[in-house]
């Protein structure tokens, strides 16, 4: 980690590559100079990229772009919407070796816009965990479909027993679908459900405003999974999961300081 965090005497960050208190990011058409310049400054803080929705299937230096990434050591995964088009054109197998010779090796599955049934999505994350490592997404990019948390919570479990290494809880890049209301306001009481019956590390929280990400944190730690995190908001929550930021000072530095000095 940086130098600066020595003197403040900051809670602990784990380094690269983290398996908790991951930072998955939302590329939606950066250019080359555009991901220099965000591992130039918050490179230690980008634990995966995403290539939101379909862009990676419409960008032109595509094979540079996983090159650079690579050149970080940062893993990229193609947008579930992707994976959708792919299943109801039929060209699954196609897929598969279009994110091998671009050397992906990891796939996100959702079935977020098109119903793909259970037993077949479970399947897939099956079949698929073979080769890749799996990011699956539940949860519906309609705002108007809400499902119990019952529903969330065992779509969660199953969807990690098939061997997803993440699940991902839907919330699209706006924060108006899936654990949050078409409002924006977020569905605290279905997110607490689903921590309590899962392990907080195997779950990633698409929290793409500010207001949820400092939510997360004051209620779950700096180690929670945060993902569809805008580049230009990487280091803002840095320092929201460090405590540098007045929305998580009190919760994570004064008490710190409090447990350091009693």
Known sequence: MPGFNGFLDLPARPPKPRTKGLTHVIDKGLNLR?????????????DIVKLGWGTSYVTRNLEKKIALYRSFDTPVVCGGTLFE??????????????????????????DGTIDIPRERKLELISELAQDFTVM?????KDSEVVFAPYQWVQWLKEDLEAGAWKVITEAREGGTAGIFRSTGDMRTGLIDEIVHELDLSDIVFEAPTTRSQAWFIQKYGPDVNLGNIPPQEVIPLETLRLGLRSDTLKELLLSEHAALTD
């Not at 054109?89 to 996100?108: A, C, I, M, P, T």
């Open 34 to 46: 555009e991901i220099e310049g965000l591992f130039d400054t918050a490179g230690d803080y980008v």
């Open 85 to 110: 088009a792919v299943v109801a054109r039929g060209k699954l197998d196609e897929y598969r070796r279009w994110l091998e010779e671009n050397r992906l090796s990891h796939v996100e599955i959702s």
């Open 136 to 140: 699956s997404e539940v949860g519906s």
